[in-house]
Nanobody, 124 residues
Framework: QVQLVESGGGLVQAGGSLRLSCAAS????????MAWFRQAPGKEREFVTA????????RYADSVKGRFTISRDNAKNTLYLQMNSLKPEDTAVYYC?????????????????WGQGTQVTVSS
C-alpha cells in the first residue's frame, strides 16, 4: 500500500503560479511511476502529467505543455507539480497517483493508488 497526500492548492489569479506537492508513505517511493490528474466540475478526470520511477522521463498533456513541470525527490518521497502561467481552465481538483510499475502510462485506470486531491482555482 502507498498513501498519498497532496498539498499546495489554492486560489490564484490568471497568469500566476502554484506548486503542488504529494507526500508518499508506505512502500518504496522510488519503485513507482507517478502522475498528476485533474478533475473539473462535471468533467471526467483527465491526465495532466507523469514521471517515471527515476525522474528521467516525463510526459505532459498538450494543454499544459510548456507551463507545468513535474518532478520528484525520491529521497524525500515527494512528487511535485510546478504550475506557471495558470489559466481559468486549469481550475480543478488535482490528484496525484502512483502506479505499480516503474514506467508511466497515461490511463487513469492503470494507477493503483490515489491521494484525496487538492483544489486549484484560477480566477480571470
Amino acid at each position: 500500500q502507498v498513501q498519498l497526500v497532496e498539498s499546495g492548492g489554492g486560489l490564484v489569479q490568471a497568469g500566476g503560479s502554484l506548486r503542488l506537492s504529494c507526500a508518499a508513505s508506505g512502500r518504496t517511493f522510488s519503485n513507482y511511476a507517478m502522475a498528476w490528474f485533474r478533475q473539473a466540475p462535471g468533467k471526467e478526470r483527465e491526465f495532466v502529467t507523469a514521471i517515471n520511477y527515476s525522474g528521467g522521463s516525463t510526459r505532459y498533456a498538450d494543454s499544459v505543455k510548456g507551463r507545468f513541470t513535474i518532478s520528484r525527490d525520491n529521497a524525500k518521497n515527494t512528487l511535485y507539480l510546478q504550475m506557471n502561467s495558470l489559466k481559468p481552465e486549469d481550475t480543478a481538483v488535482y490528484y496525484c497517483a502512483a502506479r505499480d510499475g516503474r514506467y508511466y502510462i497515461t490511463a487513469r485506470e492503470d494507477y493503483n493508488y490515489w491521494g484525496q486531491g487538492t483544489q486549484v482555482t484560477v480566477s480571470s
